[in-house]
């Protein structure tokens, strides 16, 4: 025990004077010097202190650092001065946090951010605006319709008139911000649903069915003589879309995988043959089919327009989650690759993810600027009828200001700048493909049609053997082959110097079992391929001195 650090602290008291302080300006002249100092080196890039590794080392183990986290009692006193305990976040904490802004942590779908976005998100957080309401929020309420047009015109090209009459309409609404994708996701088929059993006068007229909102699932299924409400969605759905099935009571497991063809897209025909059975069946509602632009596994974009004209043939609603590629149609080069999401009825982007913004904010837009009318609700305190607040049609209550952000982002890089980094990314993981594909002791799993793809170790003599054997014996060989590239990520990982992620997937329709694959996601636009090659290099490395010295 340290008794000089004790003392200290008792010198530290909760009262009304040094409250005074604390709240309205940082402590003394010494303090504000040193807030002063950190500020600048947060805004600059926690350069000092993030610079070196990935941080996903085990140089401490996770069970060591939680023997550091064990306290339960919340002190009376204070225990710090603000300039220590932001000292301490800066040399403790820091370091151990993971530095996902290396060019060399290609793992997952959070990285590096323009330096700029801290600065914007400081002054969100010192405005403290809260637009579930124009009273907490007035401009930035304003703004936030704004930004929402210039993205919904970007997905969905209506006409001049239309964003005209929208984008400052109270009566209407273009979409959302939301906390992130997942509750992007979970109102678009909150709408789907409370729109599929809306109460339409084509029910038998003795019917007080008021709509599934209002009278519940079991009064809905009730009113349009159904047993069961389905979502469709390919295998390669994100996980959220099964959360949503259960929070708006249809049950997860009626979020319905849709079979994939070799490119991990919907199948097409699948699709098709599963909506006929559900239809000739005729106890089954289809609230929504999901099509997917941007797979969090491997990046691909499900067949966006054969999914509306089924969509739009069997009056089914269509629901893209694009929380992953939506910025895509930022590149003059790469929109093409979402044709056809602009015959969605709703579109899910992520602002954290390709449009860089800072942890945590997603968008939900719907073509219908009526479509949210179906999930709006009042109070008399907050968004009281005929008000023109943004909090009435959201899932979200109090939310801060991410549309400043975004506007603010958009006019410093245009969609230009954007798209420099989009077509980077789509690039470089072509090349790295090509890369993956030159040299003998690796196998391209998943091509990448955008900058998403999987690949794996797989020694030659293993390969040659599977592609002489029997199924049994092929997937003995998968197995060893499994763990090869398990024991490889890990001690990458483990090294601290790059970081790849890993999934199972199934690389064929038809096949039984999966594969461990190696995933690589390319958002940083430092990220190069003589990175890409070097993070390859040291895989070989790891593997070489692991499994040819055991069976030599
Ligand atoms: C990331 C992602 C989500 C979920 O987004 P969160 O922001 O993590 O909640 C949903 N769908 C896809 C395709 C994603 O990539």
Known sequence: MNTRYEKENLSLVADWKTLERIFIRPEDDECRKTLVKYMEQILFGLHDFLKFNVGITEEISLKELTLGFQNTIINKNPEKKLADVISDI?????????????????????????????????ITAALNQNVVKLETSKVLSVLERQILAKIHRLIFKE???????????????????????????????????????????????????????????????????????????????????????GILGIGNKNVIPVGVDAKQKMDIKKLNGIIKDIKKNGKTGIISIVGIAGATETGTIDPLCDIADLCEEHSINFHVDAAWGGPVLLSEKYAHLLKGIENADSVTIDAHKQFYLPMTSGMIYFKNPCALDCISYHSNYVNRAGSVDLGIKSLEGSREAHSLILDSALKIMGSRGYALMID????????????????ELFELVT?????????????????????????????KINRVID?????????????????????RLKRKPGDKYGIVVLRSVIMNPMTDINILKEILDEQEKIFFSVFRRKKQ
């Open 447 to 475: 091509k990448p049609e955008t900058n998403i793809l999987t690949y794996r170790i797989a020694p030659p003599s293993l390969k040659n053997k599977i592609s002489g054997s029997g199924l049994r014996e092929k997937i």
């Open 90 to 122: 800066i040399t403790v904490i820091a370091p151990r946090a993971v530095n996902v802004a290396s060019p060399y942590f290609v793992g997952h779908m959070t990285a590096a951010i323009p330096f700029f976005m801290v600065h914007l998100k400081a």
């Open 159 to 245: 006409s001049n008139e239309f964003y005209k009459r929208h984008v400052q309409s109270i009566d209407t609404s273009l979409g959302n911000f939301t906390t992130c994708g997942t509750t992007a996701n979970l109102t678009a088929l909150w709408v789907a649903r409370n729109r599929f059993f809306s109460s339409r006068d084509k029910l038998d007229t003795d019917s007080n069915f008021r709509g599934i909102e209002q009278d519940g699932l079991i009064a809905a299924m009730h009113s349009y003589s159904l047993e069961k409400a389905v979502i469709l969605v390919s295998e390669r759905g994100h996980f959220s879309l099964k959360k949503a099935g």
């Open 483 to 503: 763990e090869i590239n398990i024991t490889v990520q890990r001690k990458q990982r483990e090294a601290g110097k790059s970081f790849v992620s890993r999934t």
């Open 424 to 439: 980077h990314g789509i690039e470089t993981a072509a090349q790295f493909a090509a890369e993956i594909s030159k040299r």
